[in-house]
């Protein structure tokens, strides 16, 4: 479905869906109570989707900023990622879940297995097989799909994920391993499975070693734009055949300056130039 998709729209990129009041053009600051911040977020969100459909193949909603409202906003998380699926994109949730037995199959039903879930969640891979494999089991079940964090984009996760061991494997290798064991059992028509994995691209370096480890995993790439990484800096997340990754930005497109007074033409101008530049390396 994703690379479907991906070929549709002519670049790998995804939207990350990150609504934060305080970055929101002026229109959408007049919320006093939850119920209207709530009502803003929502106006803004829709209008983000019904913009970047004709351009981008996915976008991302990070749950973080729809739970901080409660219930309420836990119900608009789903809502939003059922209508971006209605305007015909494929849909990462964000929400790093991870535990084990039974508190990861609750996790991984609410996420993956209702019928307004996203196509996919970022999953956290630290507890080992029998925390992901609640998640890769029901994603498998529905269609869906799990990225595993291997190596993130931000700076603190290097004194964790860059820790070697005696033999001078690092972490994000050995987790890398790990990841393509657990996802032999899924492999798709397209030839890669249903588990994929985050790979910032902000350690292009690491990027091209974890590429040869997981040649049949398909790349979550965060960090593009504000984190400061460049397209050039994403080609290593690719595969030779210019498939295996997708490319996020958030606020450097949800947040463009707006042309001529209007946010969304802002939004739609970002987006295009985005999905280009990451297009012009491949």
């Not at 290798?173 to 790990?178: F, N, P, Q, S, V």
Request: glycine share 12%.
């Amino acid at each position: 479905m994703l690379l479907a998709a991906i070929r549709e729209k002519g670049s790998p990129v995804c939207v990350g869906l990150d609504p934060n009041l305080s970055l929101m053009p002026e229109e959408f600051q007049d919320g006093h109570d939850v119920r209207g911040k709530l009502k803003n977020i929502e106006k803004f969100c829709r209008g983000v989707l019904e913009t970047v459909a004709p351009i981008v193949p996915a976008v991302k909603p990070q749950m973080a900023y729809f739970e901080y409202f409660g219930a309420a906003g836990f119900d608009m998380y789903f809502q939003l990622s059922e209508y971006a699926q209605k305007l015909g994109l494929i849909v990462i949730g964000d929400a790093k879940r991870g535990d084990i037995g039974s508190t990861a199959s609750a996790y991984a039903g609410i996420h993956l297995g209702r019928p307004d879930s996203p196509d996919a969640l970022t999953v956290n891979g630290y507890f080992g097989e029998d925390g992901t494999k609640p998640f890769i089991d029901t994603a498998s079940a529905n269609g869906r799909g799990v990225f595993v964090l291997v190596r993130t984009s931000n700076p603190g996760g290097t004194a964790i994920q860059n820790f070697a061991a005696a033999d001078g494997t690092m972490f994000y290798e050995h987790l890398a391993r790990r990841v393509a064991i657990w996802g032999d059992e899924s492999i798709g028509q397209s030839g890669y499975s249903c588990v994929g994995a985050v790979v910032g691209a902000t350690c292009p370096a690491e990027a091209k070693i974890l590429r040869q480890i997981m040649p049949k995993q398909i790349f979550l790439v965060p960090g593009y734009g504000a984190q400061g990484a460049t397209a050039k800096d994403c080609a290593a997340c690719f595969n030779q055949d210019g498939t295996g990754a997708i490319i996020n930005a958030s606020r450097c497109v949800l947040y463009a300056k707006p042309l001529n007074g209007n946010w969304k033409k802002g939004v739609e101008k970002a987006a295009k130039d985005f999905a280009q530049d990451i297009a012009n390396i491949l």
